[in-house]
């Protein structure tokens, strides 16, 4: 019985790990104001090595549609600059000399359009990742030495589990949706 409290502990605690890593994933989809999270996914190399941006710079968004860098060291400018365009993020970086300025253009329409497909196929991964953790629970709780009423009572709670965390998935993708075609 123990065993089968613990399945179910981890299952949910799988299934946490999947909202938090769509809420991550979703940061990164931009809505047309700045955010300093778009520009999470750039590294830079910082003396040889890969560096997320925000470990060698300040981010900051002095407007909505403004992102300003200021690297702690001046030298860096040229390298996050690359880094920057490198990421294929659709960012024209502008240099001068003190620190990045990234204007953020207003979306069209039809870019916002694209970015809810994007957000939508995050979210199918999520649910995947909820439901395969459903089946992986499902199995472990068949094979373990318990009556088959206590089998089928936790195959119960994994299910509430899995429709709770689904709907949570949900309410997340609409006010992402709505956030990305607001203008």
């Known amino acids: 019985m123990e065993e089968l409290d613990f399945i179910i502990e981890a299952s949910i605690e ?10 991550k994933e979703l940061l990164n989809i931009r809505a047309g104001k700045a955010n300093p999270n778009m520009l999470s996914s750039v590294k830079v190399d910082y003396y040889g090595s890969l560096t997320p941006l925000n470990q060698i710079a300040n981010v900051n968004t002095p407007d909505s549609q403004t992102l300003s860098i200021q690297p702690w060291e001046k030298d860096k400018l040229e390298d996050i600059e690359k880094a920057i365009l490198v990421s294929n993020l659709g960012f024209n970086p502008m240099n001068n000399g003190e620190s990045i300025i990234i ?37 472990e709780i068949r094979n373990s030495d318990v009556s088959d009423d206590m089998k089928s009572n936790y195959e119960i709670d994994i299910q509430e589990a899995t429709d709770k965390y689904i709907s949570r998935i949900d309410v997340i993708f609409s006010t992402k949706e709505k956030e990305i075609l607001s203008v």
Do not use: H
């Not at 799988?14 to 809420?23: R, T, Y």
């Open 14 to 23: 799988q299934m946490d790990n999947s909202i938090k890593f769509l809420e």
């Open 103 to 139: 204007s953020i253009p207003p979306l069209t329409e039809e870019r916002r359009r694209e970015l809810v497909k994007v957000a939508k196929s995050e979210v199918e991964n999520a649910k995947v990742s909820i439901r395969n953790t459903r089946k992986d629970a499902n199995n």
